[in-house]
């Protein structure tokens, strides 16, 4: 359904529901307008562009040397070793410089738990009940965070935006592009579904065990997935049977169960936070128990212990390069955990959590690849920017839209100075929707948020 | 083959054991960190814990074991100044944790050399990636603190201790080498919200231990006192400037502020965290107060942070500031020499980047021997292979008081343990 048609249905129900008001009918139906919170995104302002003679990593896999990449109208028109300039473009030579797909981090807090740290800022985590399926991140978004810009300046260009974990459903991520704006609305990704975040082990069960409330084991917290699960499908049933006309009474609306029979239907992707392999396994069978997919697992550090069922299932995992120890469920960690969930042919990808690490994941990648080449793996930058780019755009259903640099994608992209894999390399240039959104030589080109602006 | 690969991983596993082994580690790029600066194809001679010689055209002694390190890069180990390594195994695990206290019985007293654990998994972990020593040292958590009702702790953490990475029993080779201690945004959480007052808390503390320095004995002790009599004790050396105070300030104007109380009592400070130091680089280097900071901390994540960002090592550096690098994160010390190779990129000089993973971090503890490649060093020494501030760069070879470490770790065997995820028997009975 195209999202002008789904607009146009969504006013008739409402100039319906007016009706209705004045002049009941055999049904009181209140129309359920999901068209809520809309993406306002514009892309800035660009011209079309030519960049020529540079290595370009694809990000699916493909290194090309000494390409060319035509962009017009914010997309991707052509890739590759022979593609010509057409006449009245702008022609830039990059001199042999890299250019990449934009980083995309699965696992970010910005906006949620911005900078400065202060309680009053904090909105990330509802702890007032372990399933809080029914709030939305977004609804947290400070857009003023200063760590946009500094995330920027690494080369990201889109991120998914969670709820933190203290919760099993911790509600609704969100997926931005990561442009300066006064709203998060007008970062909003077009057309990319939200996600669910779920949380897996100590976190849950620590929170509210400290409460003396369920659920205060791991064995709490399945139950607790489980019996949301089971009243969601109840719920999707109840809908189902209402809108084919086989119950004459409306379903109550329940926010937390909409969000949860959103997953059922296959409209919002699972994120779940899980760190050890052996509750991956579990979580998994509660996807097949109920009828879901976990997209991926964030925060996998035993990822590599269970990287075949991982690719069996078709289930990404979003790792770190090297964070471990700070919990039991973080003990076991490795520095080839990427490389290896990589080799058993499942999606890894490399996440940041840390508006910190997010400014550098290429590094992060780099300390992946190569620790996994000292032991005799053979992976080039070409595989290993998958991890930034096309695989975490599969995992946040954007993968038609970013994430590669192919004919049609939308113009996310990044100059670097030189190899990306290198400590001393920095994002020179980044574009979104092919305008320059961060250009490191202009300072006109470097946002700065209203909380930075006069302060020093 | 099998019995042969088995006893000697058995041999590989024992403790090091203290005979006069020579090695020469040759060809490699050497950062001697010192006046000599980088010689390439170079040779560093090992005997007794100790560098015997380096150069171009040292000859390798009789008997010596030959780490040829053609193509490699040699530098000192690397350290990072400010740890918890040997306090902590696994931070959300209380009963492993002892680098802070809830409680205010002791303070000045705390010495992590009592708890300083050798056979901590992390110890391996970070020494197969070069670091081969830290700084360890006590602080404090609001956090933990928060989850005890009416707790309360002193702003003065304690002394730390300087450790080799052995992993051996006397692997502190120096302890109470400073004393740490929490101004800044911290301090005042501690002592009533204001500032003020943790300007007063330690006023105070440092009043009371001049005075116990100066007049001593029990009757001075009967006086009505904010500390205890070993917090006045390990106090002394403080007072005395004998060892630094570690004080962790970020805003200008607290560094400021802890300036002036270190004149007034004539401290050898040091500051930690630093965010803002860059803007008054000057002073600090007047003054020879050097900074230990984490160089990719840039963003205003505390309102006493505004001023964060990376080029702060190369301005201070510039200044003339003996600057030395901190994770903040203890499990992974073992970053920052990326966190180095990061200040590099913006702005520090390759050498002074290094001088700060090794040289620096010694003198500004006032521990000797250490740092440099030159005859006479301790020999911490690592073979890389590639240059070490570089991401996708690992160590080959470490050794640590000229013994050469096993290269591995907890973590390498868990790895090879699943390095193949389809075996015959289930993966408990592979046991790397």
Known sequence: MSVQYKRLLAMTLVVFAIVACEAPRESDRTAVNTEVFESTYQAMPSEPVFFRNATILTGDGERIDGGSILVSDGTIVAVGADVEAPDDVLVVDVGGKWITPGIIDVHSHLGVYPSPDVPALADGNEISAPNTAEVWAEHSIWPQDPGFATALAGGVTTMQILPGSANLFGGRSVTVKNVPARTYQAMKFPGAPHGLKMACGENPKRVYGAKGVAPTTRMGNVAGYRSAWAAAQKYSRDWERYENGEAEEEPERNLQLETLAGVLKGEILVHNHCYRADEMATML??????????????????????????????????????????????????????????????????????????????????KAMAAANRIGFDIDEAQAIRWLTSNPAKALGIGDDTGTLSAGRMADLVVWSGNPFSVYTKADKVFIDGALVYDREDPARQPQSDFELGQL | ????????????????????????????????????????????????????????????????????????????????????????????????????????????????????????????????????????????????????????TSLIAGQGAWVDLSGSADSVVQPRVAMFVELGETGAALTGGSRTTAMLELREALTDAHDYAEEGGDNWLERDRALSRLDLQALGPVIAGSIPVVARVERASDIRAAMQLADEFDLKLVIRGGAEAWMLADELAEAGVPVIFDPVRNLPDRFERLGSRLEAAALLNEAGVTIAFSSSDEHNDRNVRQKAGNAVAYGLPYAAALAALTRNPAYIYGVEEYGSLEPGAVADIVVWDGDPLEVTTYADAVFINGEKIPMESRQTKLRDRYLKLDRELPHAYTKP
Request: contains cysteine; hydrophobic residues 50%; proline residues 3%.
């Open chain 2, 1 to 152: 083959m099998k019995t042969t690969a088995l006893l000697f991983a058995t041999v590989l596993v024992l403790p090091t054991v203290a005979v006069a082994q020579t090695y020469a580690i040759t060809g490699g790029k050497v950062h001697t960190v010192s006046d000599a600066g980088t010689l390439d194809d170079a040779t560093v001679v090992i005997t007794d814990g100790r560098v015997v010689a380096v150069g171009t055209d040292v000859a390798v002694p009789d008997g010596a074991e030959v780490i040829d390190a053609t193509n490699k890069v040699v530098t000192p180990g690397f350290v990072p100044a400010y740890s918890h390594l040997g306090l902590v195994e696994i931070g959300l695990v209380d009963e492993t944790v002892d680098s802070y206290q809830i409680g205010d019985r002791f303070s000045a007293a705390v010495d992590v050399t009592d708890a300083f654990n050798p056979a901590s998994t992390l110890i391996p972990i970070m020494r197969v990636e070069g670091i081969t020593r830290a700084f360890v040292a006590p602080t404090v958590s609001l956090w933990a603190l928060a989850r005890v009702a009416g707790a309360r």
């Open chain 1, 285 to 366: 069978d509660i996807a097949k128990e109920f009828g879901y997919r976990v997209t991926a697992f964030h925060h996998a550090v035993e990822a590599y212990k269970v990287a075949d069922l991982l690719a069996e299932n078709d289930t990404c995992a979003a790792m770190w390069a090297d964070w471990w120890g700070f919990k039991i469920e973080a003990y076991d960690g490795v520095r080839e955990n990427i490389p290896m969930v990589d080799a058993a042919g499942a999606c890894a990808i490399v996440h940041s959590d840390s508006e910190i690490g997010m400014q550098r994941l290429n590094q992060e990648a780099a």
